[in-house]
């Protein structure tokens, strides 16, 4: 027996034959898969398609509602809105409404005495109120000065029952010495009146209600003797003030 030593390649072919009914099946094979595989691809295509516009309609769907309920809470809102200001508008239109003047006119500084000074409130509204109060506070102030709009000192607190449409009633504005009674026009304060270095102002608060509710009004006015004359008496004007429900 020889034996053989060394590396040993062979190289070459083998040929094979395929039976001809083997080599057809296996191409009707390979002809069913390339047919399925079309088919897939069509079925993927379709079913992607499908759910593209399945996706597109929801989200419509969804914008529309959200449109639709926005609508809706807006249409609520405004309907909210308009019944808010109608109802203010009636009350407007019908609850009582008082007003505060000086009757009669203030009278001059010559003519001055005690300092008590007639007004009157009247109830320009369409509705009668029921109980009414009256807080009104005198001061002479310093030119330079605001009102204090300090209720703690003496002042007149007078207490009315109904005041009907269209009716009006006194009542007196009073500046109070220490002892709780009407205080004199000193000297000193007349001077500074007549010189411009004070002024006389009159401030007060109203409160009632009627069958819409509760109400207030605040007032202030204020009074000189000299001319020219510089005051400082913004926050009385801007003190007038009424509830507006």
Same mark, same amino acid.
């Given at each position: 027996m020889n034996n053989v030593s060394g590396n040993i390649?062979?190289?070459?072919?083998?040929?094979?034959?395929?039976?001809?009914k083997l080599a057809e099946e296996r191409k009707a094979f390979e002809q069913r898969k390339d047919t399925r595989d079309s088919y897939r691809f069509v079925v993927e295509i379709v079913t +992607?398609? =499908?759910? %593209?516009?399945?996706?597109g309609v929801t989200i419509l769907m969804y914008c529309a509602n959200m449109k639709a309920a926005? %609508?809706?809470?807006? +249409?609520?809102n405004a309907a909210k809105s308009a019944n808010t200001i109608n109802r203010a508008a009636t009350t407007i239109a019908n609850r009582a409404w008082l007003t505060v003047t000086r009757n009669p006119p203030f009278p001059t500084l010559e003519k001055i005495d #005690? &300092?008590?000074?007639p007004w009157e409130i009247e109830n320009t509204g369409k509705t009668p109120t029921g109980p009414v109060s009256i807080d009104v506070v005198v001061e002479i102030v310093n030119s330079g000065e605001e009102p204090s709009?300090? #209720? !703690?000192?003496?002042h007149v607190l007078q207490m009315f029952g109904t005041v009907f449409p269209n009716k009006a &009633?006194?009542?007196?504005?009073? =500046?109070?010495? !220490?002892?709780?009674?009407p205080a004199r026009l000193s000297p000193e304060d007349r001077k500074k009146l007549s010189k411009?270095?004070? #002024?006389?102002?009159?401030?007060?608060?109203?409160?009632y209600s009627d069958s819409f509710g509760p109400h207030w009004t605040q007032f202030c006015e204020w009074?000189?003797?000299a001319t020219p004359i510089s005051v400082n008496a913004l926050d009385c004007a801007n003190y007038n003030k009424v509830d507006i429900e």
């Open positions: 390649r062979v190289t070459g072919e083998i040929e094979t034959h395929v039976p001809p +992607a398609f =499908l759910l %593209a516009i399945y996706a926005k %609508a809706a809470e807006d +249409a609520a #005690y &300092l008590v000074f709009f300090n #209720y !703690s000192q003496g &009633l006194p009542f007196q504005a009073i =500046l109070f010495k !220490s002892d709780q009674t411009g270095k004070a #002024y006389l102002a009159t401030f007060g608060k109203i409160n009074d000189h003797f």
